[in-house]
């Protein structure tokens, strides 16, 4: 394509029409202006080396710039930049325990090895560049490239032997131990750390069409784990490192584990809500108390209540539910009740209404929902045994919560005492 092309101008024009706009939609998949106007410049030089005849017919040149930075973004996050900062970010927010979160060093020695490899990358000529990446990490056959590419086959195989060459010296330079460095623990350390991260990375030879070096940093460099929990009366929100949405309600513990090939939740107690990035190559699980919920991307929230029942209830989007060896998918608006010996599928207005600052009861146990309302009261609810069974319905605003304890004898045969502690319980009349 020569600068003088039509469609060279055609490209040019738009990219400087949607160039805020493209912009603004890399900084939202990355989390970083100044990383989404080096992505944007990558696009721009993108379609200044595209061949003439693979854009011959292009007919919607937004589109195609849209596309092409989808691409670069998709690559650049597998390659770990804004993972490696959100991981450190957090560590530092949350102050997890180290059993929670990767060892700093080998966080720090692990962005270190991506960012060698990315420099030996950013080194290579454009055209050996785009080959080795399109071969390595989107899997593109060495025939189509040559093909796309109007190069031979021969010329394919050269250009990823170069860049191959190319990164196994940068991880051999980044391996070296700094010349006359002392034997003091320190530096032990240090060398038996290195030593551990050869034996991931240096024993692999990368050989032609062999992605094994980004496999092994998508899965140990890439990998987040940490464990999320909220005090009474409190609720959490949470950007995650995939673009999701955690939102935990009050008195909830959940652990998170997302690597190169699964983003794994578990929740322990409690209730949370998950907008969900779609990810095709990283299924968004989250188990509890042995139901397993399964989704790409959408919005849905799921609540331990009554100490062993499950409470699925989808937004938007689409849910698989596993439970009881029965498997049911859910849409917007329906809901999955899944008790100890049944599942019941039913209908739901407001999805995790306590975001809202409500509870939706409908013939829940007595003893079950003031268990509900006890995670935002700062003094124990209870039922006797006498009342505990009893149903009850209705919409709690948590704001009002003893309120609604006080009205309690308006519906049920009950009294509320008060005691000298603040706490309340319900018995009897």
Not at 212 to 220: H, K, S
Request: proline share 4%; hydrophobic share 45%.
């Amino acid at each position: 394509m020569t600068p003088s092309s039509p469609l060279h101008n055609a490209l040019l024009g738009a990219f400087s029409q949607h160039y805020a706009e493209l912009v603004r939609y890399i900084a939202r998949r990355t989390g970083n202006a100044d990383e989404a106007r080096a992505l944007a410049h990558d696009t721009w030089l993108r379609i200044a080396e595209r061949a003439p005849e693979k854009d011959a017919a292009l007919a919607d040149p937004r589109a195609y710039l849209f596309t092409i930075s989808h691409n670069l973004v998709m690559n650049h996050l597998r390659r770990g930049h804004w993972m490696q900062m959100h991981l450190a970010e957090c560590a530092q927010i949350d102050a997890v325990s180290p059993a929670q979160a990767p060892d700093v060093a080998d966080s720090a020695m692990y962005r270190q090895a991506v960012e060698a490899v990315e420099r030996a990358l950013a080194g290579l000529p454009a055209r050996a560049r785009e080959v080795y990446l399109a071969h390595g990490l989107e899997d593109e056959k060495q025939i189509d490239i040559a093909r796309r590419l109007g190069v031979s086959i021969d010329t394919v195989k050269r250009d990823i032997t170069q860049a191959t060459r190319g990164i196994e010296d940068a991880l051999h330079h980044w391996r070296q131990s700094p010349a006359g460095a002392k034997k003091t623990a320190g530096a032990a350390q240090t060398r038996s750390r290195r030593k551990s991260l050869t034996a991931l990375l240096g024993v692999f030879t990368v050989g032609l069409g062999s992605t094994a070096i980004w496999q092994l940093l998508q899965r140990e460099a890439l990998r987040y784990q940490t464990t999320l929990a909220t005090l009474r009366g409190r609720m959490l929100q949470r950007s995650l490192p995939d673009g999701s949405e955690l939102t935990l309600d009050a008195l909830s513990r959940i652990d998170i584990d997302f690597s190169a090939d699964v983003r794994a939740l578990r929740l322990h107690a409690g209730a949370a809500f998950f907008a969900v990035q779609r990810d095709a190559d990283r299924p968004f699980v989250v188990h509890a108390l042995g139901t397993k919920v399964t989704v790409l991307g959408t919005r849905f929230g799921v609540e331990i209540d009554g100490g062993d029942n499950i409470a699925v209830q989808v937004e938007s989007g689409l849910v698989q539910v596993v439970a009881h060896g029965q498997t049911t998918e859910l849409s917007a608006g329906q809901s999955l009740r899944v008790k100890p010996d049944t599942v019941i599928a039913t209908q739901v207005t407001s999805p995790a209404s306590w975001r809202k600052g409500e509870l939706d009861f409908d013939a829940v146990r007595l003893d079950q929902a003031l268990a509900r309302v006890a995670r935002y009261s700062p003094a124990p609810l209870r039922a006797t045994p006498a009342v505990a069974h009893l149903p009850i319905s209705g919409t709690v605003r948590i704001v009002d919560a003893r309120g609604w304890i006080a009205s309690l004898p308006n519906v049920l045969p009950v009294r509320v005492i008060r005691h000298p502690d603040g706490s309340m319980e319900i018995d009897r009349r």
